[in-house]
Nanobody, 124 residues
Framework: QVQLVESGGGLVQAGGSLRLSCAASGRTISSYGMGWFRQAPGKEREFVSAIKWGSTSYADSVKGRFTISRDNAKNTLYLQMNSLKPEDTAVYYC???????????????????WGQGTQVTVSS
């Protein structure tokens, strides 16, 4: 059974930083595509970033500010978020994809397991 548990969210002022963590169990994340998504109130869940093998992808809105990484020894996925903006406020979810292709997938439909989410609030 796959479990993904996010942590690290909170309240931060605009321009600040947060690092989200996603601890995985039941699968070795180094062998799977992993992603971060976010959902703001009244909006669809949207892609933020993803990683598979050594390749990464970012939404245009976070490129240059967010960095995805993983610690294979800890089986944990991270999202370092810098220069945060009020529009980054959302619930952030990590997800795991069973897609066997050796590419980074960005569609949320390609992800099979989801965490419960962690709230990030950026004040202006």
């Amino acid at each position: 059974q796959v479990q993904l548990v996010e942590s690290g969210g909170g309240l931060v002022q605009a321009g600040g930083s947060l690092r989200l963590s996603c601890a995985a169990s039941g699968r070795t994340i180094s062998s799977y595509g992993m992603g971060w998504f976010r959902q703001a109130p009244g909006k669809e869940r949207e892609f933020v970033s993803a990683i598979k093998w050594g390749s990464t992808s970012y939404a245009d809105s976070v490129k240059g500010r967010f960095t995805i990484s993983r610690d294979n020894a800890k089986n944990t996925l991270y999202l370092q978020m810098n220069s945060l903006k009020p529009e980054d406020t959302a619930v952030y979810y990590c997800a795991l994809s069973n897609d066997p292709r050796s590419i980074v997938v960005v569609a949320k439909s390609a992800y099979d397991y989801w965490g419960q989410g962690t709230q990030v609030t950026v004040s202006s």
